[in-house]
């Protein structure tokens, strides 16, 4: 009698591990799918900025500075920037929102606030990119020098 119920139990494991691999088949719509999409995976955007580090120099506290940073798409997709953080609430960025196409070219102009800084100051802007690497890091640096009164200066 044990005997048999191993047996049965056995043969309902191969029977059920046969459904399985049933069930891993790929059809022929799936694999077309997977092929377009690895033909398409080759058009991937390259972000390549003019300069990922600008230094505006000696400025006097309170002087708003911006600098406007220039990205080419030197890749064969859409570039897309999908965020850009800053450092800090002394800095704020704006962005080409729309997707920069193949040989275009986009913008990040980053505006800082030096009210309240005083020294060598570094800050960043951290970009989201639909790029290979997925993240680009664009830098800035300032000596700020005693009050001044307010206003914008472009770099």
Not at 44 to 63: C, Q, R, Y
Not at 65 to 92: F, M, Q, R
Request: hydrophobic fraction near 35%; glycine fraction near 10%; proline fraction near 3%.
């Amino acid at each position: 009698m044990k005997k048999s119920i191993v047996i049965m139990a056995l043969a309902a494991l191969g029977l059920a591990s046969c459904q399985k691999n049933n069930s891993l088949a790929i059809d022929d719509a799936v694999a077309r799918k997977a092929e377009l999409a690895h033909a398409e995976s080759g058009k991937v955007p390259v972000a390549n900025f003019d300069n990922l580090i600008h230094d505006f120099g000696t400025i006097k506290e309170g002087i708003k500075v911006e600098h406007t940073y220039t990205v080419t798409n030197a890749g064969k997709g859409d570039l897309v920037i999908s965020n850009a953080k800053p450092s800090c609430g002394c800095t704020v960025p704006d962005w080409t929102k729309t997707p920069i196409k193949p040989g275009e070219t986009g913008q990040v102009k980053v505006i800082f606030d030096s009210s309240h800084k005083s020294g060598n100051v570094e800050k960043t802007v951290a970009l989201t990119l639909n790029t290979e690497k997925g993240t680009e890091t664009l830098n800035f640096k300032a000596n700020v020098e005693g009050g001044a009164k307010s206003g914008v200066i472009a770099h």
